[in-house]
């Protein structure tokens, strides 16, 4: 072992004015949902073009909202990609629909645009795509083809904000887009998330459930001016952000660019010093223009001299002291999933193959080039060494 100190795959960066806010919100006497709230929302709003954003308790909790108020009957299909944390899958079973898998393209690792077509039924009623690590899906062809069949899109951008493609901030434009702000995320509130859409009619369903069910008029009713009086209209759940996580966002927002900045430079300089090193495979850009948010920076382990699979690796940057992340197995694999759709793990195969062999590098803004460095070295040693050699110096 070695003395120096764990280097996690990811960790927020707060600012004094964050923290400062929290206790401020803390010492108000309102610390749930409420003004601070109020102020992200319009904050998101903005940042998205000036469209509606409606705080969440969490991402996962967003796109099961998005999926109901689009009203999804028994066997309606959404189509989505295997290689997601499984909150994207969970949220379509969830709010009572079947999930429909369309396989990655290997390069970029989102979704195939070339086999979406052939996924889709008369029982589809909606596309759910993932910007996997923060780089965009090829929007254009995809709503191309909701509009031709007369879909609904909810954009899973867990890992997207702030990226963009061709040159429109995603969550400006399109149908519904969920964020996440998870720790690990290139923004965060502790935990939590919004919805961004521009129909009003989602917008008004997705209020009422996240509070359950109560009618907005009477939401403030705590308030001088709310009411005591509400009616409820329908039966809603209780994942409402609470002002104590807004405080945080309010000021993680305005960093949002710079953070994506930072993380950018890293991931450039990750691509360059590992563009040469066969044992791995670097993420691939499309030929499309896009920012990408570079929420991970994710690669493959291939045959290496040292002969370490996916688990080894991990366990040997971690007797390193460097955390490396697991985005993700691929979803069709797990027990209930199988069971319930049939699914045969070769009926994906390049979600298979990558799911099997991925792993996230740490980067976070804060990461320092000296660590990014030594990163790169202790994969190049570990991935290169012979095991009784490396067992030797460790
Ligand atoms: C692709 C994707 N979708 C959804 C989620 C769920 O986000 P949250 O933790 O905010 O519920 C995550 C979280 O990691 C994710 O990676």
Known sequence: MTDTPFLPFAKPDLSEEAIAEVVDCLRSGWITTGPRVKKFEEMLGSYHGGRTALCVSS???????????????????????????????????????????????PGTLNMNMDRLEQAITQRTKVIMPVHFAGLPVDLDPLYALAEKHGLRVVEDCAHAIGAEYKGKRIGSFGDIQVMSFHPNKNMTTGEGGAVITDDPVVAQAIERLRFHGIDRSAFNRFAKFGSQEYDVVMPGYKYNMMDIQAALGIHQLPALDGFIDRRTRLANTYLEKLKSFEAISLPMAPDYPHRHAWHLFTVTIGENPAGLDRAGFIQAM?????????????????????????????????????????????????????????????????????????????
């Open 59 to 105: 991402a996962t909790a967003g796109l099961q909202l998005a999926l109901l108020a689009l009203n999804l009957e028994a066997g309606d299909e959404v189509i989505t990609t295997p290689l997601t944390f499984v909150a994207t899958l969970n949220t379509i079973v969830l709010a009572g629909g079947k999930p429909v898998l369309v396989d990655i393209e």
């Open 318 to 394: 971690k007797d390193h002291d460097i955390g490396i992340g697991l985005h993700y197995p691929a979803v069709h694999l797990f027990a209930w999933y199988r069971r319930q759709f049939g699914w045969q793990a070769g009926d994906f195969p390049a979600a298979l193959d990558v799911g099997n062999r991925i792993v996230s590098l740490p980067l976070f803004p804060t990461l320092a080039l000296a660590d990014q460095q030594r990163v790169i070295d202790t994969m190049r040693h570990v991935l290169t060494e012979t095991p009784a050699r490396q067992k030797k110096e460790i």
